[in-house]
């Protein structure tokens, strides 16, 4: 699964001291978008708190055979499109998903909370204190493991739905930059800046989420890019031009992979038994806000101790 966001933070950073293919400002503003997008990742980096929430949707399908709609060619689609990408067989497995959570963190300390709820129905918290993280189960059971546990056994599962504005730095250099102008969001007006990216970053997007790498492998991974027949991936960011803090990131995908290349088993199920093609739609959206004020974030109460991951989840 995709790490959610907020890997536009990252190419805030990348865009303010590289050179790319820009599309104009369309309306209003008044700042050049490489300013725009320097000083974002100056006061970006200075936070000492924030607030966020997000959503998620995405569907996962394996089949014989499969065409992509807005997905591929030589012209991308337009960055406020949504791509999808379509199964043209009957597909052999079809998973979907939808989600939503919110949480806070203090950039200071590495405090941080996490709360998801997964298909509207079942309900996962996490909370990081230093080295040790408390996991609680859709049963409400709270769980304290550390850090380097979960990392032995494969990687923190939710940990890839927190923000994350340190990956990705060259994003940026694999993108077509197109400049909104001022829009209006949740009544504020903000800069709108997109990106759609090439194969290439299309990597930089997969390979930095440590729990995909876990997952598939490595290995796995770079062959599944490199045998993309078709994709379509676009990076929204939505700026502030007072204090040029990030306020939204929305990410879109569609693709349409062959699993030929596959050379080593995927947790743990033989590449044999996968399907040929995979179609992936993702979508999601992240929005951040309660920048800098007071975060309180404290250890749950009779956490029960565990050196196993599989038991926060095995006991739900």
């Given at each position: 699964m995709l790490s959610l966001l907020l890997l536009g933070m990252s190419l805030v950073f990348a865009l303010s001291a590289c050179q790319v293919s820009l599309t104009p400002v369309q309306q209003g503003s008044q700042l050049p978008v490489g300013q725009v997008l320097q000083k974002s990742s100056q006061a970006m980096q200075k936070l000492k708190s924030l607030a966020f929430s997000l959503t998620a949707s995405g569907t996962l399908q394996g089949t014989t055979q499969a065409t992509a709609s807005a997905a591929g060619g030589t012209t991308p689609a337009p960055a406020t499109a949504t791509p999808s990408a379509t199964a043209s067989a009957t597909p052999l497995i079809s998973l979907s998903f939808n989600l939503a959570g919110n949480g806070q963190q203090s950039l200071t300390d590495g405090r941080q909370a996490l709360h998801l709820t997964l298909n509207q129905t079942t309900s996962l918290?996490?909370?990081?204190?230093?080295?040790?993280?408390?996991?609680?189960?859709?049963?409400?059971?709270?769980?304290?493991i550390d850090a380097s546990r979960l990392e032995a056994a494969g990687g923190n599962l939710l940990a890839g739905w927190k923000p994350d504005t340190n990956a990705l730095l060259a994003l940026a250099l694999h993108s077509s930059i197109t400049d909104h102008g001022d829009e209006t969001l949740n009544g504020q007006s903000l800069r709108h800046i997109s990106a759609v990216l090439d194969?290439?970053?299309?990597?930089?997007?997969?390979?930095?989420?440590?729990?995909?790498?876990?997952?598939?492998?490595?290995?796995n991974l770079n062959s599944l890019i490199d045998h993309t027949r078709s994709f379509q991936a676009t990076l929204d960011l939505w700026i502030d031009e007072t204090q040029f803090y990030l306020h939204r990131v929305q990410l879109k995908l569609a693709m349409n992979a062959d699993t030929s290349g596959l050379q080593t088993p995927i947790a743990g199920v033989a590449t044999a038994l996968l399907p040929p093609t995979l179609v992936v739609n993702f979508n999601s959206s992240a929005d951040l806000s309660k920048f800098n004020q007071p975060v309180?974030?404290?250890?749950?109460?009779?956490?029960?101790?565990?050196?196993?991951?599989?038991?926060?989840?095995?006991?739900?």
């Open positions: 918290a996490e909370i990081t204190i230093g080295q040790q993280v408390y996991l609680q189960n859709p049963n409400g059971q709270w769980y304290v194969r290439e970053g299309l990597r930089q997007l997969l390979t930095s989420n440590t729990q995909l790498s876990n997952l598939l492998g490595s290995q309180t974030i404290t250890a749950p109460a009779n956490a029960t101790p565990t050196d196993d991951p599989r038991a926060i989840f095995q006991s739900s």
